[in-house]
């Protein structure tokens, strides 16, 4: 017989923000083995796309995840246009771009401090978040809401944005950037960091290939992998570079999102620098879906899949989404083997779980 | 190991310093940028119920009788897309940056033609679609 016993961890846990559940084999007070259970906060949002009139699904689409609501609305929307063969105005190309490096900053900046919290640094998680409010009003100014932007249509972009707020944006983001410098330097060196998140939650880069990992998780291991050099949306004409890490754990996942952050800045300001003039929206009067497209999106977390299928009527005959978290669960529990007990809150929220766009 | 302030202490310093990050809310609040999704206001002078709001409304927040000459709003419903706002051809719904106050029941707020001042009921359940 063995002498292992099985802890309960979540979904409601003190350190866990997002309801996903594991049950943990523990010799003594290492893990042996770890065995996730999901499906806890399912909402039968893709059953919608059934129902629901295709354009006015791209509202819906944005609230499948409440952090990445943008890049969900703006993967439906991409898709809906390729299939319908509508190439939408540099404008709008670029101003989306803009707004979801906006949103990958706050989830990185969230998800910062989330893992301060779970390292019991408390004044780090609130600092974080202090900084994280500044890059939400942004938000709110550019689009009007703070977590659904609403923004994002089939076609191109609702209302544009005039050119002296783009200006405000930009020197915000700068004023930001300075306050994000000084955060960023606690996650790098802050010996309580260090000790806490390197060497633990190790994934080499072979395991993470075979794995499936995507987002940060994947390029901590050293693996140059991101969607958005496909260059979809104005990524393509951006000049940029995937941020990679090589040791594999804890640590090197909380350098490469610090890292990203620095770059999304980046890759704004050099958005606003070029920001064409023209139209926001082209017409799609008329023009229905049909057919089948399965593309990729970089989110915050990761590689997200899309498939739609469509045959011409008003609403979807099929939307699917893989969203990263998914992708990230297989490595996460390769991870959690051999990790001692008090570690499996940091590991865990080193994949930056979003349960609640992984179930929809 | 031992004990190191480690460089989060010139931040904590400067911020005990610093006045708060924070707002005394409710006392003290930020000015609505011009565009924040508040709440929808409703004007019925030029309001002559074609219903389109209420078709095109996702969330059925609104309600329009042809007969009655009534329209009403469930607040607790509408998610503020701005969809009827854009939609009215005769441009009596308006998008307000200013918050909708709380409300102590869920409540349709309901206006009729010949009356001046809207009238509140609670709401009823929802239709499904
Ligand atoms: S669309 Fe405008 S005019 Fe028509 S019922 Fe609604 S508010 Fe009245
Ligand atoms: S803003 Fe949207 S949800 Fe609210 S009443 Fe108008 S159409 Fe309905």
């Known amino acids: 017989m063995s002498n292992t016993t099985i802890v309960p961890f979540g979904p409601q846990h003190p350190v866990l923000p997002e309801p996903i559940h594991l049950d943990l084999e523990l010799d003594d007070e290492r893990v042996v083995r770890a065995l996730p259970s999901i499906g806890y906060v399912h909402r039968g949002l893709e059953l919608l796309a059934e129902r629901y009139d295709f ?3 791209a509202n819906v689409a944005e609230r499948i995840c409440g952090i990445c609501s943008f890049i969900h609305g703006q993967g439906y929307c991409q898709g809906i246009e390729q299939l319908m063969g509508v190439e939408i105005p540099p404008r709008a190309a670029y101003l989306r771009t803009v707004w979801a490096e906006i949103s990958r900053i706050q989830s990185h900046v969230l998800w910062l401090g989330l893992a301060a919290d779970a390292l019991g640094y408390e004044s780090l998680f609130q600092h974080s978040w202090r900084i994280r409010e500044m890059m939400v009003d942004i938000i709110e100014e550019t689009t009007g809401g703070r977590v659904i932007f609403g923004v994002c249509k089939v076609g191109g972009i609702r209302k544009d944005v005039d050119d002296e707020t783009l200006r405000d944006v930009r020197r915000r983001i700068g004023e930001i950037r300075a306050a994000f410098d000084e955060i960023a330097t606690i996650f790098r060196d802050d010996p309580t960091v260090r000790q806490r998140t390197v060497g633990v939650g190790l994934l ?10 995507v987002g940060p998780v994947l390029r901590a291991s ?10 979809y949306a104005a990524y393509g004409e951006l000049d940029w570079e995937p941020i990679v890490e090589q ?29 064409p003039a023209g139209e926001v929206e082209i017409s799609v009067k008329g023009k229905r879906p049909k057919g089948e497209a399965m593309f990729r999106l970089e989110q915050p977390r990761g590689e997200v899949c899309y498939y739609i299928s469509a045959d ?36 865990v929220l080193t994949i930056d779980p979003c349960v609640s766009c992984n179930e929809r | 190991m031992s004990w190191s302030v480690g460089p989060i202490s010139a931040l904590v310093t400067r911020s005990a310093l610093a006045k708060p990050a924070t707002r005394l809310y409710p ?20 309001c002559n119920f074609c ?3 209420a078709h095109k409304c996702p969330t059925l927040a609104i309600q329009v009788h042809k007969q009655d000459k009534t329209w009403a709003i469930d607040h607790s419903r509408c998610i503020l897309c701005g969809i009827c706002v854009e939609d009215c051809r005769e441009g009596c719904i308006t998008l307000s940056p200013l918050p909708c106050p709380p409300m102590r029941a869920k409540e349709v707020l309901s206006f009729r033609q010949e009356h001046e001042a809207p009238t509140v009921k609670v709401a009823a359940p929802a239709i499904e679609r």
């Open chain 1, 55 to 57: 354009v006015e699904m």
């Open chain 1, 204 to 213: 080499s880069a072979a395991d993470a290939h075979a794995l499936g990992a």
């Open chain 1, 222 to 231: 050293g693996v140059v992998h991101d969607t958005r050099r496909l260059g």
């Open chain 1, 247 to 275: 040791d594999g754990d804890c640590y090197a996942r909380c350098l490469v999102r610090v890292r990203e952050v620095d770059q999304s800045f980046d890759l704004i300001t050099q958005c606003l620098d070029r920001m």
């Open chain 1, 312 to 347: 011409g009527k008003k609403n979807l005959d099929r939307f699917r989404v893989r969203t990263p978290t998914f992708a990230n669960i297989a490595p996460l529990i390769h991870m959690l083997k051999g990790c001692e007990l008090a570690d499996v809150p940091v590991i």
């Open chain 2, 27 to 46: 006392v003290e609040r930020r000015t609505p940028y011009a565009r924040t999704r508040g709440h929808i206001e409703f004007r019925i002078d030029d």
């Open chain 2, 51 to 53: 219903t389109i709001c």
